[in-house]
């Protein structure tokens, strides 16, 4: 017998098949599988890594391999394709095809690096690492969007939660591939190819929408999620840590990713507990003062809202406008918005500008630092600490971001784009000490970017969400994040990989040497980045003097209730069953 507690009662052994269905079909295991799902979505965070691989064996130089990380940014953010799929098809389809994509892409750079096929062409591999990092946003759209519509009034720390997972996905990863493979940066592109792939289709049939039925203790689930998610980022901090100071044996490395496993797969305990208290709460006898109602989630699948009182007459008017003349008619804050509506109005705008200067900072910092460090002289080794800092932070930002501004909404109606301009300004410091480097000064910029650059997105879905409605989310927010690539093209490879390239250039000429003369173009020295992260740091004070704009046209919105619409359903019964549920826990 399985028992959670002296007065949940436990399961017989003839019951032990019918929960574990209701398990698996429960709205907690979809937030389980949703996890494993975005840890392994953070691929195109460890492009610093295996990026000096593919500069040296392929002989390119900075700008094109800029260009390679501008395409994988443009795969990464450009979403639109998976959300407009999302909403046509169902969701397992749209996890198979991203478990595709992501197989198909990652294989092709592998099989292109270690040369087991002829040398592509420069546009061949740009296609090749757009594809395999467009592949998360088939996650993202499958695994976020789906828990954000079955936790709308938790969105904020949903969202927190699961961008936090993809921000240790690095990091995780990175102890993966050194416990399988050792310390070769062309393995880690293989195990990108399949690793991300197998977590997909796995769990393919797990993640769907289900029918919203808000439990009194939902809260204190997600913050029990979130202290399992702390130890393993404390874990994966404190063997970052440890490998910096002592030469881990490939068993050690085998036994951190065992820990590693073990902490990833303790939400499904969580998840199993919470199942079982509603079995409990189905089997006790009913009370017409105090029933309980408990919908089991093919029931909640097939059930639809019916359709208002002046159904018939809403579609009569409906049919005489065209989707056009509605764009400029545009809905209340918070109501739901069409497609072309949402993308044409101002506020979309003003994110639209933030987020181009600040993801787009950020993203030309990540890509950058595996180059960063080779230019201060700091040894390859380190090179994998400063991308696992940025993953670790990367977490840190994105579950702050989403808990905090989440509290900070409740509580004291504060608006979520000032969290956003408040992390655009910590960026601009990140920037700055890349610029004026001091010893040790990497370390610390790349906490602050990491922290910052995570803190950006939960905080970007949430507002798209809050301002937009959830009825077409899930191509909304990749559209939100179409920005990021964009910025990343302009300040990545046009104006990092540019400078850089000219500085290297300016280093051969005093040697007497051109660029033919040398296979891998590259620059040693505090001036290789300075201007550029000076450039940077500008930008990002641009994107947060524009978000404070935001701010001003939505604090009104945010003083008041924003998550009412979805309790205007709720009836005497429906509190009737939040007492017994706190009377059962």
Not at 103 to 114: E, K, P, R, S
Request: aromatic share 12%.
């Amino acid at each position: 017998m399985i028992s959670t507690s002296p007065s949940s009662g436990g399961i017989k052994g003839r019951e032990l098949l019918p929960f574990a269905s209701q398990v698996v079909r429960g709205r907690w295991f979809t937030v389980f599988a949703s996890f494993l799902i975005m840890t392994g979505a953070g691929a195109t965070y460890l492009f610093a890594i295996y990026s000096k691989q593919i500069k040296s064996s392929l002989g390119y130089d900075q700008t094109t391999l800029n260009l390679m990380g501008f395409f994988k940014d443009l795969g990464a953010n450009v979403g639109v394709l998976s959300g407009l799929l999302a909403e046509v098809t169902p969701t397992w389809f749209v996890l198979l095809v991203g478990s595709a994509m992501n197989f198909a892409g990652y294989f092709m750079i592998w099989l292109a690096v270690t040369g087991k096929i002829a040398k592509p062409k420069v546009w061949q591999m740009c296609l090749y690492i757009c594809i395999g990092a467009n592949s998360q946003n088939f996650a993202n759209t499958g695994a976020l969007v789906t828990c954000v519509k079955n936790f709308p009034e938790s969105r904020g720390v949903m969202l927190g939660l699961l961008k936090g997972f993809v921000g240790l996905s690095g990091a995780v990863m990175t102890q993966l591939y050194l416990a399988i493979y050792g310390n070769d940066a062309e393995s880690l592109i293989l195990l990108i190819a399949w690793f991300p792939a197998a977590l997909s289709v796995i769990f393919v049939y797990t993640i769907r929408t289900m029918k919203v039925v808000r439990q009194p203790n939902e809260l204190r689930v997600f913050y029990h999620f979130l202290y399992v998610s702390i130890v393993l980022a404390l874990f994966l901090l404190a063997m970052l840590i440890s490998q910096k100071l002592v030469v881990f044996s490939r068993a050690a490395y085998a036994g951190s990713a065992t820990v590693i496993w073990f902490m990833l797969f303790v939400p499904l305990f969580i998840a199993v507990r919470e199942e079982l208290v509603l079995w409990n709460l189905k089997k006790q006898p009913i009370n017409p003062q105090t029933q309980v109602i408990v919908l089991e989630p093919q029931a909640t699948e097939a059930k639809e809202t019916a359709p208002p009182a002046n159904f018939s007459a809403t579609q009569d008017e409906n049919k005489e406008i065209s989707c056009f003349a509605n764009i400029c008619n545009k809905p209340e804050r918070g109501e739901d918005y069409s497609i072309l509506q949402a993308l044409l109005s101002m506020d979309m705008c003003i994110l639209f500008l933030a987020t181009l200067c600040g993801l787009g900072s950020s993203l030309t910092a990540v890509d950058n630092l595996g180059q960063i460090g080779e230019s201060l002289g700091y040894p390859t080794r380190t090179v994998s600490t400063f991308v696992s800092l940025v993953s670790i932070w990367n977490y840190f930002g994105r579950v702050f971001s989403g808990f905090v501004s989440e509290d900070l909404l409740v509580r004291y109606k504060i608006p979520r784009p000032l969290m956003m301009t408040l992390v655009l300004l910590l960026s601009c410091i990140g920037h700055l000490l890349i610029a004026f480097p001091v010893p040790g000064s990497v370390y610390v910029a790349s906490i602050i970017i990491g922290f910052s650059f995570g803190a950006q997105l939960p905080l970007l879905f949430a507002i798209i969400s809050e301002l937009f409605g959830l009825k077409y989310y899930s191509t909304l927010f990749n559209c939100g994040q179409v920005a990021s690539p964009l910025g990343s093209y302009i300040l990545n490879v046009k104006v990092t990989g540019f400078l850089y390239d000219r500085e290297a250039l300016k280093e051969l000429a005093k040697k007497g040497l051109d660029r033919s003369s040398v296979k891998e173009l590259t620059c040693i020295g505090t001036h290789c980045y300075r201007l550029s992260f000076i450039i940077l740091a500008a930008v990002t004070f641009f994107g947060a003097l524009v978000s404070l704009i935001l701010v001003v046209r939505t604090r009104a919105f945010y003083r008041g209730d924003i998550y009412k619409k979805f309790r205007e359903g709720e009836t005497a019964t429906d509190q009737t069953d939040t007492d017994t549920w706190k009377a059962k826990n």
